[in-house]
């Protein structure tokens, strides 16, 4: 356990289901990021939130929908996905947005398979 | 541009032998980071290096920054098999989130 706890550790859904990936975080950060990696490609930020206020969205597909209510806890909305989502995301916590030097903490990731 | 790149991309070598993986950043930076990451899995953080000659040892792996170079090296001695993983190295540059490399997938063979 890393201190960041994503949940479900797998997700199989159809392009037209609708799901929620969450992350929680109990190490009193106030920083919390979504992370996409593919195969073979390098790690991609999708959304940071500091203070749950969002702080950058790197031009991600409205299909993706992040939520956070609070500094503990980040949630990413999927809804009509497409086979190319298929990924793992991973979410990450930190200090505070700049990471002062503490660097982020990973949790273990959702391996999401769109169908 | 902010950019890290890292070579090599994959690294096959034979245990017992020495290494540098390295990473060259695009802009100004004293704040550099090394994760591993087996197969599957998460990022675990390996080094934090947060100045210009910084050095830090952790078993067989050693990581060093080069501020005005704008270089980290991670040096691997006589590599072991628990060493296979693929390692990234994340920069923090100011304002923005970390800005990771490909990362370098290393294969230790017998």
């Known amino acids: 356990e890393t201190g960041v706890t994503q949940t479900p550790r797998h997700l199989v859904m159809g392009m037209t289901n609708k799901k929620s990936l969450k992350c929680e975080q109990h190490l009193g950060h106030n920083a919390m990021y979504w992370y996409k990696q593919s195969a073979k490609k390098p790690l991609e930020l999708m959304f940071v939130y500091n203070f749950k206020e969002q702080t950058e969205n790197n031009s991600v597909p409205s299909r993706f929908s992040p939520e956070c209510p609070n500094s503990s806890h980040l949630f990413l909305h999927l809804h009509t996905l497409q086979p190319e989502d298929s990924a793992l995301y991973l979410c990450?916590?930190?200090?505070?947005?700049?990471?002062?030097?503490?660097?982020?903490?990973f949790g273990s990731g959702t391996r999401l398979t769109v169908v | 541009e902010l950019k890290v790149e890292q070579n090599p991309l994959f690294l096959s070598m034979q245990e017992g032998k020495n290494y540098t993986i390295y990473c060259n950043y695009s802009t100004t930076s004293d704040r550099l980071y090394w994760y591993r990451q087996d197969p599957g899995k998460s990022l675990e953080s390996l080094f934090v290096?947060?100045?210009?000659?910084a050095v830090k040892q952790e078993g067989r792996l050693m990581a060093s920054l080069d501020t005005k170079a704008r270089l980290s090296t991670l040096h691997i001695t006589a590599a072991v098999h628990d060493l296979s993983a693929t390692y990234f190295c994340a920069v923090e540059f100011s304002g923005y989130a970390l800005n990771f490399g490909k990362g370098t997938s290393l294969l230790v063979t017998p």
């Open positions: 990450a916590s930190s200090h505070d947005y700049r990471g002062n030097g503490y660097g982020y903490t």
């Open positions: 290096l947060l100045s210009n000659g």
